[in-house]
């Protein structure tokens, strides 16, 4: 009788324990957990935005000692990564910016971009960075090559134009995976007399090869727009009346370099057009 008795309340505990009823919320996520972790991912996000835009569009509040011109012309590299033939773009760092040039489809190991890049030099910037990257549709973009590369004496200090070719280092090694051409010139920001009499000790701020190597998503604004002009700027010499009739001729000796690129050179060699030319048949070698 008695173990009857136990069994029967055995059963009774099983019921109570095993066949109740769920508390309520069991294995549920509360809806307003989730929505407040929305939200603090939405913060974030902006705040990183936001941030990111600060660094990269300088303001006429922030000290500069002139506007500087960077022509990308062209690069040649060792060798095609990959299977298919490469789709090179540049991007470099300037101070805190950084500018990207349009990708040259099929450009492999001799891509062409011909993009000038105007921008504000900070003091005491004397080098850029520059990145190739091969565009690539379903993955990361690859990192071809890089280089720390020093604005030309001439440049910085007398304000002339500058056209050389520049070592790369890539996975070939240092300074060995090919070399890209640029054209630097410099208008100094009359305001504050000689660019570098007072500017504080050159210190650069440069990226490691790696730092710059995310995805990029279609859809973006470019980052190389022209900063707006801090005074009356000099008459270019493009646009004066004589320079019309020198710019027709040089534009059909150069059917296939961009008009705006020829433009550049023009202006930054002062209108003179033999010296144009020259520097256009260098850049087109």
Known sequence: METERRSDLYEEWKKRVFLGPLPQGFLRVEEHSIQEQQEAADEQAALA?????????????EPHVGTLSITIAQAKLVKNYGMIRM???????VGHAVYETHTCSNGAKNPHWNKVIRCFLPPGVTQIYVEIYD??????D?????????????????????????????????????????????????????????APPSVVAVPSPT????????????????????????????SMPNAEVELKQ???MFPNVDKEVIKSVYDVNQGKKDITINSLLQMCE
């Not at 890209?180 to 660019?195: D, E, Q, R, Y």
């Open 142 to 198: 690859e990192l071809i090559a890089w280089g720390h590369i020093d604005i030309p004496q001439q440049v910085l200090q007398k304000g002339e134009t500058r056209e050389g070719w520049y070592m790369l280092s890539g996975k070939q090694g240092d300074n060995q995976e090919g070399m890209i051409n640029l054209v630097f010139s410099l208008v100094a920001n009359m305001t504050k007399g000689h660019p570098y009499m007072n």
């Open 211 to 238: 730092m710059f190597g995310m995805k990029r998503y279609p859809n973006t604004v470019n980052v190389y727009t022209t900063p707006p002009a801090a005074a009356a700027p000099p008459v270019a010499p493009s």
């Open 49 to 61: 935005l936001h941030q990111l835009q600060l660094q990269s569009m300088p303001t006429m509040h």
């Open 135 to 140: 565009e690539c549709s379903f993955v990361m």
């Open 250 to 252: 040089i534009f059909e």
């Open 87 to 93: 789709d090179p773009y540049v991007r470099l760092r």
